[in-house]
């Protein structure tokens, strides 16, 4: 049975969980309410997991979420290092044109 460590808050604590034989005694600090799933059994997207009465539910504050997507949003507009590369290539080769006369 596999058992996932929660916090004194009711957090889930990701890569605690842990396996016990069916019959074993549940350690305190532990569940074995399994994570929610969709009909084909994907497990549901929750980024803060919190177990409330005994169900999953997403423990993310609003603030923690904007501040979430506010940071993957900036992390989606970096280039990535092969669109840096081609950005240098490409000025080096306006540098040239321009030094030779052939743009200005």
């Known amino acids: 049975m596999l058992l996932y460590k929660i916090n004194e808050e009711g957090f889930l604590q990701f890569g605690e969980e842990i396996f016990v ?4 005694t549940i350690p305190d600090g532990y569940t074995d309410i399994s994570l929610p799933t969709d009909l084909n059994g ?5 980024y803060k997991p919190k177990l409330v009465e005994n169900k999953w539910i997403e423990g993310e504050t609003a603030e923690e979420r904007a501040d979430r997507e506010a940071q993957q949003l900036l992390e989606s507009l970096k280039p990535s290092p092969e669109e840096l590369a081609d950005a240098e290539l490409e000025i080096k ?7 030779l006369g052939v743009i200005q």
């Open 42 to 46: 994907n497990q549901l997207p929750f």
């Open 21 to 24: 034989s069916d019959n074993a």
């Open 93 to 99: 080769l306006i540098t040239i044109l321009s030094e």
